[in-house]
């Protein structure tokens, strides 16, 4: 069974935000759940991207093996909760760099991207622990990715 997600916070918007923007509880209930995420490697697969590989670091960077590519796509992830809106679901949240493209949006990157956890969730096919393929440790992926439906294994002795 697929370990669920949590709710995370980045600590960042402590920055970018005023305190009154996040309730006390959903704070400490984010940072605990944020701890038990950090530090995975998520693969994703839906069929309009086919299979992706994303490592998420302990310090919100994210590290994306995307079909096609030759090189790691770097960006930032958080999570935010509403405190005005207690049944909007969580919305799960990446930055990428300004020479980035989103074929899905047809957005340049550099902004905030969102959408609901429940929704990024339903593309989670397996998450373990660790930055399984090295991804931040390089900016060249360990071979250029198909979009075919693959498991972390099946990539792993592809290498």
């Known amino acids: 069974m697929r370990k669920i997600l949590g709710i995370f916070v980045a600590l960042m918007l402590a920055a970018l935000l005023p305190a009154s923007a996040f309730s006390q509880d959903a704070a400490q209930t984010a940072r605990a759940l944020e701890s038990e995420q950090k530090n995975t490697t998520n693969l994703h697969y839906d069929d309009y991207f086919g299979t992706q590989v994303e490592y998420l670091s302990s310090r919100n960077k994210a590290y994306l093996w995307f079909p096609g590519n030759s090189v790691i796509v770097p960006g930032e992830w958080m999570i935010l909760v509403s405190t005005s809106n207690p049944s909007a679901p969580p919305l799960m949240c990446f930055k990428y760099p300004t020479n980035s493209y989103n074929p899905a949006t047809g957005e340049r990157g550099g902004n905030w991207e969102c959408r609901p956890l429940p929704e990024y ?14 991804l931040a440790r390089s900016q060249h992926v360990p ?11 099946q990539l792993k002795d592809s290498m």
């Open 121 to 134: 969730l339903g593309t989670l096919k397996e998450q373990v622990s660790g930055d399984l393929f090295h």
């Open 143 to 153: 071979f250029v990715l198909s979009k075919e439906p693959a498991t972390l294994q």
